[in-house]
């Protein structure tokens, strides 16, 4: 069984940077498309960033020019680095991964456990 496991959230002030990481551990699988994702409370979760196994990533139109997502497909992690943190950006951090087993045609989606971050204004 895969687990995702973040790490990397905090309290920071308004225009501060964080950086979260996201380490998936098991055996036996690849992971296709990895993503980050929050919930701020009594909001749904929304999609924050997404990367290819390729490296071509993509970015919800609030954090485009303030975060960058990255990975490292040799140790199965994925990164989030936020620049000019602003107060709507408090939310729990998801990481996500698409992931094939092998021998299996199908990938299945794998959610990490969360992450908080709170910007301070």
């Known amino acids: 069984q895969v687990q995702l496991v973040e790490s990397g959230g905090g309290l920071v002030q308004a225009g501060g940077s964080l950086r979260l990481s996201c380490a998936a551990s098991?055996?036996?699988?690849?992971?296709?498309?990895m993503y980050w994702y929050r919930q701020a409370p009594g909001k749904q979760r929304d999609l924050v960033a997404g990367?290819?196994?390729?490296?071509?990533?993509n970015y919800a139109d609030s954090v485009k020019g303030r975060f960058t997502i990255s990975r490292d497909n040799a140790k199965n992690t994925v990164s989030l680095q936020m620049n000019n943190l602003k107060p709507e950006d408090t939310a729990v951090y998801y990481c996500?991964?698409?992931?094939?087993?092998?021998?299996?045609?199908?990938?299945?989606?794998?959610w990490g456990q969360g992450t908080q971050v709170t910007v301070s204004s």
């Open positions: 098991g055996r036996g699988f690849s992971i296709n498309d």
């Open positions: 996500n991964a698409q992931i094939f087993y092998y021998g299996s045609v199908y990938s299945s989606p794998y």
């Open positions: 990367i290819t196994s390729g490296g071509v990533t």
